[in-house]
Nanobody, 118 residues
Framework: QVHPVESGGGLVQAGGSLRLSCAAS????????MGWYRQAPGKQRELVAS???????TYADSVKGRFTISRDNAKNTVYLQMNSLKPEDTAVYLC????????????WGQGSQVTVSS
């Protein structure tokens, strides 16, 4: 079992910044991809950003230029720096860890509430 543990999140005014962290522990042999999804009330879960072992990064169009994902392989930790936050970024952000291959199980963090006030 792999246990991603999230930290960060909270309440911020529009235009502000927040940083999320997700540290994976447990039976980790090799991590393939790490990243973040988010889910707002009444909406489907959507990919925010992901980074794989090779460093390939994917962002949702809605966050490009504002959010930055990074990864510390030595610490099995992924970060999401969120700048220029908008009220529509309000959601529960969920970290995931996948590995050692893309077909391996996905493990999810507990979720972090991000609320952006206007």
């Amino acid at each position: 079992q792999v246990h991603p543990v999230e930290s960060g999140g909270g309440l911020v005014q529009a235009g502000g910044s927040l940083r999320l962290s997700c540290a994976a522990s447990g039976s980790i042999f090799s991590i393939n991809a790490m990243g973040w999804y988010r889910q707002a009330p009444g909406k489907q879960r959507e990919l925010v950003a992901s980074i794989n072992r090779s460093g390939r990064i994917t962002y949702a169009d809605s966050v490009k230029g504002r959010f930055t994902i990074s990864r510390d392989n030595a610490k099995n930790t992924v970060y999401l720096q969120m700048n220029s936050l908008k009220p529509e970024d309000t959601a529960v952000y969920l970290c995931y860890v996948n590995g050692p291959s893309p077909s391996s199980p996905w493990y999810w963090g507990q979720g972090s509430q991000v609320t952006v006030s206007s």
